[in-house]
């Protein structure tokens, strides 16, 4: 099975803070992404990467940032946290690039910026 | 532009009821694919079924059954005999030819099941 796990099913930060989520996942994806969920809004993707050291950016990238130093880790940075970002984070990933491949999701970070 | 609407926000239905999530979807694409995911409480997004475009076969696979209409724009999930262990949120998603690797989803339906 593939797993797809994040360092923290929730987090409280304070306004200004540097913060950072982690994400890795066990089966060799080429793909990472991420994704943030807002009641009323759906998910909506954050950045992806579909290879060591690249990115793209997604519908919401302004406020964060991105890192990926190796294949199986997509970690997501918040350089200085707002109440705005206040959210549920979800990781997921696929094995290639294109529609064929579904993508498998992590089970999520709450983010609370207080 | 594209875009994913699940017009119903919130179904509660009692157990052995059958429901259909609607999913309604606008793109200027002919070549597309249309999602569904599930959310149970857990938090994790489950895929259940991917069409592409050219694919209009209605499909089911146990007491889930999607039906696709490009006529109307619709990619509607209907679960029979509907069970507690189907309450979850449910994501209608879709994504283009041309940017294969992006998902836009649509904003999701809460299904709950009472005993």
């Known amino acids: 099975d593939v797993k797809v796990t994040q360092s923290s099913r929730y987090l409280v930060k304070r306004t200004g803070e540097k913060v950072f989520l982690e994400c890795v996942q066990d089966?060799?994806?080429?793909?990472m992404f991420w994704y943030r969920q807002d009641p009323g809004l759906g998910l909506r993707l954050i950045y992806f990467?579909?290879?060591?050291?690249?990115?793209e950016k997604g519908d919401i990238p302004e406020g964060y940032s991105v890192s990926r130093e190796k294949k199986e880790r997509f970690s997501l940075i918040l350089e200085s946290a707002s109440t705005n970002q206040t959210s549920m984070y979800l990781c997921?990933?696929?094995?290639?690039?294109?529609?064929?491949?579904?993508?498998?999701f992590g089970p999520g970070t709450r983010l609370t910026v207080t | 532009a594209q875009k994913v609407t699940q017009a119903q926000t919130e179904i509660s239905v009692v157990e052995k009821e059958d429901v259909t999530l609607d999913c309604v979807y606008e793109?200027?694409?002919?070549?597309?694919?249309l999602f569904w995911y599930k959310q149970p409480p857990s938090g994790e997004l489950v895929f259940l079924i991917r069409?592409?475009?050219?694919?209009?076969q209605n499909e089911i696979s146990g007491r889930y059954s999607w039906n696709f209409q490009k006529s109307t724009s619709s990619f509607n999930f209907t679960i029979t005999a509907s069970q507690v262990v189907d309450s979850a949120v449910y994501f209608c998603?879709?994504?283009?030819?041309?940017?294969?690797?992006?998902?836009?989803f649509g904003t999701g339906t809460r299904l709950q099941v009472f005993p």
């Open positions: 997921a990933s696929s094995l290639g690039q294109g529609s064929i491949y579904e993508q498998y």
């Open positions: 089966m060799d994806h080429e793909n």
């Open positions: 990467s579909y290879d060591v050291k690249m990115k």
């Open positions: 793109t200027r694409d002919t070549t597309y694919y």
């Open positions: 069409r592409n475009s050219f694919d209009e």
């Open positions: 998603a879709l994504s283009e030819a041309y940017n294969t690797d992006k998902l836009i």
